[in-house]
């Protein structure tokens, strides 16, 4: 293993390499699954040379939102063109009318 991996880096090496074993995955694939999530571990904790603790939202990736992130409206309380934009969305009925009328 690289000299750079801690004896922490180590045993988890060990335990990803033998968990894919498990699940069926080849020695070689197992390896490489194993050094990919320990070195991205690394990076994200900024022990690399070129990484460096980035937050989700600075990589590309979508933050965690609390909350259902839903309408708190029920579709009792929606009027009808807001209920038509959430039928549409779904594929509801409003979305078929519109397909009927087109043709």
């Given at each position: ?19 894919a074993k498990?699940?069926?995955?080849s ?12 070195n991205?571990?690394r ?21 965690k939102?609390?909350?259902?992130g ?34």
């Open positions: 293993m690289p000299e750079s991996w801690s004896n922490k880096d180590e045993r988890q090496y060990e335990h990803i390499k033998s968990s498990k699940k069926g995955r020695a070689k694939t197992a390896k490489r699954i194993a050094a990919a999530t320990v991205k571990q990076s994200s904790e900024g022990r690399t040379k070129s990484g460096g603790a980035k937050s989700a939202s600075s990589k590309g990736g979508s933050t939102r609390k909350g259902s839903g309408s708190k409206k029920s579709s009792s309380k929606r009027g009808s063109s807001s209920k038509k934009a959430a039928a549409g969305r779904k594929g509801g009925k409003a979305t078929a009318r519109k397909r009927s009328k087109k043709s």
